[in-house]
């Protein structure tokens, strides 16, 4: 009977370290985008994260490290955003047609802060 209680916890702790229990496994096929906090942004796949570095690799400047601490945001993009290896962002412009904006009406403030923006380009 121990030998059989043994060899059982033998087999649970062998099964437990092949998983890795603590350890994140991520997508080595999805594209992320990483900014720092000083506004500078990287896209690429990460390799490998720990609590203190993630090691990101990017197609021109090869395997990245940055501590967790200098990152602001780092958000995956979904594989409908990348088109002829260029990533698209979502349309910030649907509202318009394509050569003249719609015909809703806006409140006087947001129309006067749209002028103003526009002549001031």
Known sequence: MKKIILSLII?????????????EVKD??????LTTVDGNEFF???LS???VIISLSTS???????????????EAISATQVKNG???YPNLQSTRYFFA?????????TS??????????
């Open 60 to 74: 021109n400047l090869g395997e990245i490290s940055f501590k967790k601490l200098d990152i602001k945001s780092l």
């Open 44 to 46: 690429g796949k990460i």
């Open 86 to 88: 260029k990533i698209w």
């Open 28 to 33: 080595s096929t999805v594209i992320y985008r």
């Open 11 to 23: 087999a649970f702790f062998a099964a437990i370290s092949q998983r890795g229990i603590g350890q």
């Open 112 to 121: 006067l802060t749209l002028f103003f923006v526009a002549q001031h380009r």
């Open 101 to 109: 904006p719609n015909a809703y009406v806006i409140n006087s403030i």
């Open 49 to 51: 994260e720990d609590s």
